[in-house]
């Protein structure tokens, strides 16, 4: 299992080809996951469209790292870093900060709806499985769902029309309004400017905006 985080100058692409392996992996340089330093939210608009303020934050492990200047370059690298997330964040909840900055990095670089989406997604995980081994504090927790609350808003507000694909062909799209959508009320949010014809349950279920577009899957 991975432990280590490769901090900049070091390739997390290569740590997480080596995980597995941990003779081949112990050459490399790196920090534990649960040695990682406390994570805050380092502005109230950090991770959320236009803020560049992640660039600025101290502990942003992609911002130097080559690997991860070129994510547009090589998608499959942020995939790998995200699907770590969901397989181990109940365990090492500190993998979503990593997932969490390296999406918020790419969202700089590449501004559009699926690194905005997957910056949510990331907020959630923290809130979800972070109490104690991230966060203790009451305050700290709310903030951080409220956080993912906006991000996932943003996409609502700003990438409605953008859509996520998916991982085995990259060519079945997805709605990521309507994945927003849920994630919002998920959170425990309510979505501004944005209603729903339907309950999930439902095949044809849709959202639709105060201009009356429509959005199915």
């Known amino acids: 299992m991975l432990t280590k985080l490769i901090l900049p100058g070091v390739s997390l692409l290569a740590a997480l080809a080596l995980g597995c392996d941990r003779e081949a992996a112990s050459y490399l340089t790196g920090t534990p996951l649960d040695e990682l330093p406390p994570f805050k939210l380092f502005s109230p608009d950090v991770g959320i469209h236009p803020s560049r303020q992640v660039i600025d934050d101290p502990h942003n492990m992609f911002v130097d790292d080559p690997l991860f200047g070129g994510l547009g370059e090589d998608p499959g690298s942020r995939w790998r870093v995200q699907k770590y997330a969901d397989g181990y964040g109940i365990d090492h909840p500190q993998a979503w900060v990593v997932a969490f900055y ?36 009451d305050r700290q927790g709310e903030r951080i769902r409220l956080h993912g609350i906006m991000a ?46 339907g309950e999930y349950t439902d095949e044809d279920w849709f959202i639709y905006d105060n201009s009356g577009h429509i959005y199915y899957e």
């Open 152 to 197: 996932f808003q943003k996409v609502l507000d700003e990438f409605s029309d953008h859509a996520t694909y998916d991982e085995a062909t990259g060519s079945v799209p997805s709605s990521l309004a309507r994945r927003a959508y849920m994630q919002i009320e998920a959170l425990g949010g309510t979505p501004q400017g944005w209603k729903r014809e």
């Open 102 to 137: 390296s999406w918020a990095t790419l969202l700089t670089r590449e501004p559009w709806g699926e690194p905005q989406f997957y910056v949510g997604i990331t907020l959630r995980g923290i809130y979800e499985d972070g109490y104690e081994a991230i966060w203790q504090d």
